[in-house]
Nanobody, 126 residues
Framework: EVQLQASGGGLVQAGGSLRLSCVASGISFDEYVIGWFRQAPGKEREGVSSIHSDGSTYYSDSVKGRFAIASDNAKNTVVLDMRNLTPEDTAVYYC????????????????????WGQGTQVTVSS
């Protein structure tokens, strides 16, 4: 059984930082890319960042330079370090797994993901 467990969300003031974690079981990081999405109230789910087993990382323009993604393959864990948070970052954050056979273009498209975690709430106050 494949499981993705997202955690680390919380309430933080603007300018603050948070670290999200996604622990995966039942899949191999050699075969899957782990991506983070977020969904704000009334908005569609948005691809934020992803990491390939070869170490390549990808970021949306809205978070580039503020967020950093990294993986610990031994622990099957992907972390998303978020800095300089703004109220616009407020959302439920989800981690998902997409086959590594897809090109990076697809890492931002939720329909191509095979598995999802349950989401963790991030709230940034002004």
């Amino acid at each position: 059984e494949v499981q993705l467990q997202a955690s680390g969300g919380g309430l933080v003031q603007a300018g603050g930082s948070l670290r999200l974690s996604c622990v995966a079981s039942g899949i191999s990081f050699d075969e899957y890319v782990i991506g983070w999405f977020r969904q704000a109230p009334g908005k569609e789910r948005e691809g934020v960042s992803s990491i390939h087993s070869d170490g390549s990382t990808y970021y949306s323009d809205s978070v580039k330079g503020r967020f950093a993604i990294a993986s610990d393959n031994a622990k099957n864990t992907v972390v998303l370090d978020m800095r300089n948070l703004t109220p616009e970052d407020t959302a439920v954050y989800y981690c998902g797994a997409i086959s590594g056979r897809y090109s990076p273009t697809y890492y931002y498209i939720e329909d191509y993901y095979d598995y999802w975690g349950q989401g963790t709430q991030v709230t940034v106050s002004s």
